[in-house]
C-alpha cells in the first residue's frame, strides 16, 4: 500500500490532504513563490546543499525572505522525513509570499509561508527507460533575459504546462521549449542534453534552462571518467545530428530521447548513456552510505 503523503507546516506534521493554505495567499493568486523538488534516500536528501544554495538564489532573486533559517529548513526536511517512515521518497518544498489581499503588491504580504511534502512520485515509466521518450518542440517560447530568469524556480510554471498540453495533444511524452532565439532551453521539467562524438553538449542558463541538479551531477560525472561537457547553445538541428539525447531531472532521473517530432534520433540508448546511469546509480550509493 501507498504510504500517506505528509506536509510540514509551521503548526506542524499532518496527511498532507490535510494541510491547507489561505485562499489569500499570494503563491496562489498570483503564483508568487518558489519550489525545490528532492529525493531522500534513508534518511539522506540528495545534494540537499545544492537544493538549499538554489532556494535561497530564487528567494534571493523574488526578494522572498524566507520564513526559517537555512538551519531550520534542514530540520524541517529531517523531522518530516522521521515522520514518513519510508526508506525512500520525493519532497516539495515550497515558499509562497504568503497571506495579503487581492492586489499584487508584495509588500502586503508580511510572512512568506514554508511548505514541504513529501510522497512517493516516479517521473519515468520502465517503457520510457527502455524505449526512449518521444518528444516535440512546443510553440510556446522559454523567455531568457525578456522574461522571468529560467534561474528563478518559481510556481509560475505556466510556459512549461502549455508545453506539456502541446505534447498531450500530439500525442507525445515531453516538449521541448526554445527560447526567443529559436535555441532549445530545456523540456517542460528537465534539462536536455545531446551526445555528440566529442562528447556532451547542454544548453547554458542563459538560453533559458534551469540550472538543474541533476544536469549538474551529469556535468561532474562525465568530467570525472574523462566526458568532454560544453555548455553550449543548441537548436533541432542539433539534436538531430546528434549520436544521441537525454533529458534530466530529479523526479525523472535520466531519460533517453527516442524521437523528435516524429524523427527517430540516431540512437536511443548508447554506452555513454547507460554508463552515466551507473554513475548516478553508483554516486546515490555513495551518498547514501556516508
Ligand atoms: N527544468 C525545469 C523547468 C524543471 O522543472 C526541472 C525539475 N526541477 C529541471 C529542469 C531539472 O532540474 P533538477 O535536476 O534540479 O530536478
Request: net charge negative; with cysteine; glycine share 8%.
Amino acid at each position: 500500500m501507498k504510504p500517506i503523503s505528509l506536509c510540514w507546516q509551521s503548526e506542524g506534521i499532518m496527511p498532507a490532504a490535510e494541510a491547507k493554505i489561505s485562499v489569500l495567499d499570494h503563491g496562489l493568486l498570483y503564483g508568487d513563490g518558489i519550489f525545490e523538488g528532492l529525493r531522500f534516500y534513508g534518511n539522506k536528501v540528495l545534494d540537499l546543499e545544492q537544493h538549499l544554495a538554489r532556494l535561497q538564489r530564487s528567494a534571493q532573486a523574488l526578494a522572498l525572505a524566507l520564513p526559517l533559517p537555512i538551519e531550520g529548513i534542514r530540520q524541517a526536511l529531517e523531522q518530516l522525513i522521521e515522520a514518513y517512515e519510508e526508506d525512500q521518497g520525493y519532497l516539495r518544498l515550497l515558499v509562497t509570499r504568503g497571506l495579503g489581499n487581492l492586489g499584487l503588491n508584495p509588500s502586503h504580504c508580511p510572512r512568506p509561508q514554508l511548505l514541504i511534502i513529501v510522497d512517493q512520485l516516479s517521473l519515468s515509466s520502465s517503457s520510457a527507460q527502455e524505449k526512449g521518450l518521444h518528444l516535440i518542440t512546443s510553440s510556446i517560447k522559454r523567455l531568457t533575459s525578456l522574461g522571468l530568469d529560467s534561474r528563478i524556480k518559481s510556481l509560475n510554471y505556466l510556459p512549461s504546462i502549455l508545453a506539456r498540453l502541446e505534447a498531450n495533444h500530439a500525442g507525445a511524452d515531453e516538449a521541448l521549449l526554445l527560447n526567443e532565439r529559436g535555441y532549445i532551453a530545456e523540456a517542460s521539467a528537465e534539462n536536455i542534453f545531446i551526445e555528440t562524438d566529442q562528447g556532451l553538449i547542454t544548453p547554458p542558463a542563459i538560453d533559458g534552462a534551469l540550472e538543474g541538479i541533476t544536469r549538474q551531477r551529469v556535468i561532474n560525472l562525465a568530467k570525472r571518467v574523462g566526458i568532454s561537457v560544453q555548455e553550449q547553445s543548441i537548436s533541432p538541428y542539433d539534436v538531430f545530428n546528434a549520436k544521441s539525447c537525454f533529458l534530466t531531472g530529479t523526479g525523472a532521473g535520466l531519460l533517453p530521447v527516442a524521437s523528435l517530432d516524429g524523427r527517430d534520433l540516431q540512437q536511443i540508448k548508447t554506452k555513454l548513456f547507460t554508463q552515466l546511469q551507473e554513475e548516478i546509480t553508483a554516486y546515490i550509493d555513495d551518498q547514501i552510505r556516508q
